[in-house]
């Protein structure tokens, strides 16, 4: 069973930063795309940032760009996401996703492409 593993949530003040972490286990993430999504109280899951197996192609939000970037170590089988700048509205769960199947940039952030999730981390941005 592919299992995805988020780590390093928490609370933040505005202005500040967080390192999310998304640990594989069962699988390499070699060969798989894999993407940010985040879920705040009200809202559909929206895609953050994501990024293609060979780690060339991203896609981000256009409300996270040039604050958040995407990255991925695949000798440890983890995919990070820094996030600087942070504000209140980045708050939600944040959750990480992989799939095996080729997307396009454009599709590549779109949750329905996605097949394996982890369960979600908290952030939550507050003074």
């Not at 899951?45 to 192609?57: D, F, K, L, M, P």
């Not at 939000?61 to 089988?77: H, L, M, P, Q």
Request: proline share 3%.
């Amino acid at each position: 069973q592919l299992q995805l593993v988020e780590s390093g949530g928490g609370l933040v003040q505005p202005g500040g930063s967080l390192r999310l972490s998304c640990l594989a286990s069962d699988f390499t993430i070699d060969y798989y795309t894999i993407g940010w999504f985040r879920q705040a109280p009200g809202k559909e899951r929206e895609g953050v940032a994501c990024i293609s197996s060979s780690g060339v192609s991203t896609n981000y939000a256009d409300s996270v760009k040039g604050r958040f970037t995407i990255s991925r170590d695949n000798a440890k089988n983890t995919v990070y996401l820094k996030m600087h700048s942070l504000k209140p509205e980045d708050r939600a769960v944040y959750y990480c996703a992989a799939d095996s199947t080729y997307a396009t940039v454009q599709a590549m952030c779109v949750p329905e492409f996605y097949d394996y999730w982890g369960q979600g981390i908290q952030v939550t941005v507050s003074s």
